[in-house]
């Protein structure tokens, strides 16, 4: 009888969730204390690559500021500024965004 966690695949799985889970608490632990501003950031960060992505996606958004990206100054002034007339789609062109849009509306409609 096949017992699936004595499996190899499934202990080196669940040791790695062991290490990532001791690695998250003592990182937390660190994460929170400002007396070392020596440290490295990410230091912090997983070894997993996928984890690691989606830690310093959310710290880029934590950190997100109008002033730290890399918008032009056109930009920012369509961000506070943003026009005020009907927006003109080319049937053509757009043709994937307006069916999109009219998707969205029905969809809508049916929920309400």
Do not use: H, M
């Not at 960060?45 to 992505?53: C, F, H």
């Amino acid at each position: 009888v096949y017992n699936r966690l004595q499996d190899p695949q499934i202990q080196l799985e669940r040791g790695s969730l062991d290490n990532l889970a001791l690695q998250n608490q003592r990182s937390s632990e660190d994460f929170g204390n400002d007396d070392d501003d020596d440290k490295d950031p990410t230091a912090a960060y997983s070894q997993v690559e996928d984890v690691r992505i989606a830690q310093q996606f959310i710290e880029a958004l934590k950190n997100a500021d109008i002033n730290n990206g890399n918008l032009s100054p056109d930009a920012v002034d369509n961000l506070f500024n943003p026009p005020e007339y009907p927006l003109e789609l080319d049937n053509e062109v757009n043709a994937d965004l307006i069916e999109c849009l009219r998707w969205c509306e029905r969809c809508r409609r049916e929920a309400c």
